[in-house]
């Protein structure tokens, strides 16, 4: 009887693990007008496999994956639309035209509201989306690009590429309530999991602002590589996508000092890191491929063939369960 049960128990679990969702990569392939759903498994034949090729018009370029995993928000600047994706089906369920030119793109942590960057004005939309046919507007800097929501869902940051800031919008209100002066043509924000500092990746003055989100205000400038685009945090550790170089700068996020570039695909640009913080994944537009970065050992361990250019500017990792 024991050795049933034992047996059982033991199918139970495997049950569970091989039910349990891998983590997967949703990359915006801008040229190419679609989204390219990419296995992450560790292990197995599945792992680098694309699963699925999402048609998606208007060149699109932001990428949101909600922290449930359930949707994705694309921004198509060129169709001045966001589309939106059920993350499980690959279904695209909904296109919203939202004017302007949509770039950068955010989701709170609760699954809504959701940001998106208007490039060419000074403006955040700001969109429910139960009622995406309405949304509100909070003000921005020039060229707002990259978009971050702090994990208690209080403050969304935007990256004003033009006027060299950083906004600090009060969700609730929609106030602006801090501009912070950064580096020179900022273009990619992320705060980190406790809400305690952002990163701006300046692509004017090659380094990266560390901004006190408390004190709002720059507590240490970091240089990196040529043309830095996006920033991922992991394992204690800053990644920076450095575009004209092909590499990724990394920097210790406790003590700032320099640890090294990691050798990449050619023009990277988007980042993002895995859940547990073991890898993180770079997106490289010019060779159409995905780099996967040993964040422990700080180098790439994988590459994988993707279509034709790669951005995912933002969030695209969708996290397994």
Do not use: C
């Not at 909904?94 to 949509?102: I, N, S």
């Not at 507007?137 to 590429?161: H, I, K, N």
């Not at 408390?214 to 996508?241: C, D, I, Q, S, W």
Request: net charge neutral.
């Amino acid at each position: 009887m024991r050795a049933r049960r034992a047996r059982l128990a033991i199918a139970l679990l495997l049950g569970a693990v091989t039910t349990a969702r891998a983590e997967e990569a949703f990359v915006t392939e801008q040229p190419a007008n679609r989204v390219a759903v990419v296995d992450l498994s560790t292990e197995g034949k599945a792992a680098g496999v694309v699963k699925a090729q999402i048609p998606v018009p208007g060149a699109p370029a932001g990428i949101a994956v909600t922290h449930d995993g359930r949707r994705a928000y694309v921004t198509s600047p060129d169709d001045k639309t966001v589309t939106v994706i059920d993350a499980a089906s690959r279904q695209v369920l909904a296109r919203w035209p939202v004017g302007g030119g949509p770039l950068g793109i955010a989701v709170a942590p609760a699954g809504a509201p959701v940001f998106v960057a208007d490039w060419y004005a000074k403006r955040l939309l700001v969109i429910d989306p139960a009622t995406p046919e309405t949304h509100r507007e909070a003000q921005t800097g020039a060229s707002p690009s990259g978009v971050a929501v702090t994990p208690d869902g209080a403050f969304v940051l935007t990256a004003d590429r033009d006027d060299d800031t950083v906004s600090v919008i009060d969700t609730g209100s929609l106030n602006r309530v801090a501009v912070i002066p950064v580096g020179t043509r900022p273009f990619g924000v992320t705060v980190d999991a406790q809400g305690r500092r952002a990163y701006t990746a300046n692509v004017g003055s090659n380094d990266v602002s560390v901004i006190d989100l408390a004190a709002r205000a720059v507590v240490a400038t970091v240089k990196v590589g040529e043309r830095p685009y996006g920033v991922a945090l992991a394992h204690g550790r800053a990644f920076v996508t450095n575009q004209y170089a092909g590499t990724v700068s990394v920097f210790d996020l406790t003590t700032l000092k320099d640890l090294g570039r990691i050798a990449v695909g050619e023009y990277p640009e988007g980042i993002d890191a895995s859940g547990d913080g073991r890898r993180v994944y770079v997106a490289n537009w010019f060779d159409n491929s995905l780099s996967v970065i040993d964040t422990e050992a700080l180098k790439a361990v994988a590459t994988l063939p993707l279509g034709d250019g790669p951005r995912a500017f933002g969030a695209f990792i969708r996290h397994g369960e």
